[in-house]
């Protein structure tokens, strides 16, 4: 079966660079989310989409924005880098009512230098 | 206290040694999941749960509705089963969140 889809697998970036991340849910799956575990960290909520508008807002830095697209694939775009940008990025997907709970991307990790 | 609890926090073992890691939670929930996570690597679904027990190959999860409480299995241990497993629950009480236990560090000693 189908999972999440998140591209790329690996980014290394230097401070102050921009990056991108790309996040493709399951089919018929209307709803992501993206979270930032930092090393030895908890996951951390950044920001939901459902239906191509933003649903809710964790805490995501300035610098980050995101949005979602008609085919519902979801990038996240983060700008003038820093170090502690380092983490694992990783998207979860879900249809709006949540019966069959997540599908979880296996992340991106980026690394600043 | 935390809506998500694992325990234990740390677990090492032998390698063929069985298993157990515990996820107890405090909410509502439409589903559970088990994950996996290598140091320094993804995330991996192991299981998603509502109901019952499944099984992949050496795992398995059960989960208990009435008690709150899920637990993961791990039969014949491998220093390849090392890793961090994370419980995560999506809440009916919480709009939209993903609620995530603190994670279970396991050691398979060869």
């Known amino acids: 079966a189908a999972g999440v889809i998140q591209s790329p697998r690996h980014l290394i970036k230097e401070k102050r660079e921009t990056a991108t991340l790309k996040c493709y849910p399951i089919p018929r799956h209307d709803t992501v989310y993206w979270y930032q575990q930092g090393p030895g960290q908890d996951p951390q909520f950044l920001i939901s989409f459902y239906e191509k508008m933003q649903s809710d807002k964790g805490s995501i830095p300035d610098r980050f924005s995101a949005q979602q697209f008609s085919d519902y694939h979801s990038e996240l775009n983060m700008s003038s880098l820093e170090l502690g940008d380092s983490a694992l990025y990783f998207c979860?997907?879900?249809?709006?009512?949540?019966?069959?709970?997540?599908?979880f991307g296996s992340g991106t990790r980026l690394t600043v230098v | 206290k935390n809506e998500v609890e694992q325990s234990p926090q740390n677990l090492t073992a032998q390698e063929g040694e069985f298993i157990t890691i515990n996820c107890s939670y405090s909410v509502g929930i439409s589903a559970l999941h088990w994950l996996q996570q290598h140091p320094g690597g993804g995330i991996v679904s192991l299981f998603m749960?509502?109901?019952g027990k499944k099984k992949h190959g050496r795992l398995i999860a059960t989960i208990n509705i009435q008690e709150k409480h899920s637990s993961l299995h791990i039969t014949a241990s491998h220093p390849r089963d090392s890793a961090v497993y994370i419980c995560?629950?999506?809440?009916?009480?919480?709009?939209?969140?993903?609620?995530f236990g603190k994670g279970t560090r396991l050691h398979i000693l060869p």
């Open positions: 979860a997907s879900s249809s709006k009512d949540r019966h069959y709970g997540y599908t």
């Open positions: 749960l509502s109901s």
């Open positions: 995560a629950v999506s809440s009916m009480n919480r709009d939209d969140k993903i609620i």
